[in-house]
């Protein structure tokens, strides 16, 4: 069952690497690093039911964070604006 | 509790599956936005709570809750984010697209293009006056009207032929053989109704009439000629 989860997940991780590399515009690329993002937070949810150590949480938990503000830094420096206004 | 669990974690993996399956074959950036994001949001928010469940009150799980409350907060703001930057930034719509409601072009309107001296003829005069007309200004229809201005009819060469068939052209008058069905349109619409109409329905002009009065015309030929002046 768990084997399974994991390889529908790996799949769609695949998937938006491969929107990453394609491209075309940087806008694309923006956006499927956020999805990466989020997909990893629910990587990390799997590795932690699979190890059974509560430690990924806080991985998952930062790494949400971190996705959030870094797709919002890429949107402002797409829209051409600093990060004050 | 724990099969529970597994069944909403697996039904988040297919979420997941499903909108990076939309991230790799919509056709641009803003259809790969709402369909990954909504879809992946969903389905991490369900592995989450299906870990919750899981893993029941205890540390791991309220992390989890936790997590999944960030991400429904975070993941729609960064997804408005990016494309807004994405439109700042020009990216392009794809062709397929129909509407572009947050640009500042203007849709063009028939007012554009309509030819605003219309030439026109009274119900009264003689069919031959009104083949005359068509002749010499070279057109091959006429807007009918009265003398304040208002629309009754539209004659035009194949009225007048079908008219031969069965009547006098030297004694009728432009009443007898005018076509009082007109297809109007007012000056406001946009350009694409009255070039569905050309194509669609075979008329070869349209008058355009606002408040029951004709203020223009547009033929095939207008808006040919538009498109030679736009390309300038």
Redesign the interface.
């Known amino acids: 069952?768990i084997e399974?989860?994991t390889g529908?997940?790996l799949?769609?991780?695949f998937?938006?690497l491969?929107?990453i590399g394609m491209g075309p515009?940087?806008?694309?690329r923006?956006?499927?690093i956020?999805?990466l993002g989020?997909?990893v937070?629910?990587f990390c949810?799997?590795i932690?039911?699979i190890t059974g150590r509560?430690f990924y949480?806080?991985v998952?938990?930062s790494w949400?964070?971190l996705?959030?503000i870094g797709?919002?830094a890429?949107?402002?420096?797409?829209?051409?604006k600093g990060f004050d206004e | 509790m724990e099969v529970a669990g597994l069944i909403l974690i697996v039904i988040g993996t297919f979420f997941d599956l499903f909108g990076t399956i939309g991230l790799l074959r919509l056709p641009d950036v803003y259809n790969r936005l709402q369909a990954s994001t909504k879809c992946v949001t969903m389905g991490t928010c369900l592995i989450l709570f299906g870990f919750a469940v899981y893993s029941g009150f205890s540390p791991a799980g309220i992390k989890a809750l936790i997590c999944m409350f960030f991400i429904l907060i975070t993941s729609p703001t960064a997804a408005h984010a990016l494309a807004k930057g994405s439109y700042r930034a020009g990216v392009q719509l794809a062709n397929q697209s129909v509407c572009d409601l947050y640009s500042d072009k203007q849709v063009l309107k028939i007012s554009a293009v309509m030819n605003r001296d219309v030439i026109t003829i009274l119900p009264d005069a003689s069919l031959r006056q009104a083949i005359d007309l068509l002749v010499e200004k070279g057109i091959t229809g006429l807007p009918v009207v009265d003398s304040e201005g208002v629309l009754l009819g539209i004659i035009t060469e194949k009225d007048i032929i079908e008219y031969k068939t069965h009547g006098n052209v030297e004694t009728a008058k432009v009443r007898d053989a005018m076509n009082i069905n007109v297809q109007t349109l007012p000056p406001s619409a946009p350009l694409k109704e009255l070039v569905s109409i050309f194509s669609q329905r075979g008329f070869r002009r349209v008058p355009i009439v606002e408040d029951g009065r004709v203020v223009g015309i547009v033929s095939r030929k207008d808006i040919i000629k538009f498109l030679k002046e736009e390309k300038k």
């Open positions: 069952m399974f989860i529908v997940l799949l769609s991780i998937l938006a491969y929107r515009t940087p806008s694309d923006a956006v499927a956020d999805i989020i997909l937070v629910g949810v799997i932690s039911l509560d949480m806080n998952a938990i949400s964070l996705a959030f797709t919002i890429i949107a402002k420096y797409l829209e051409g």
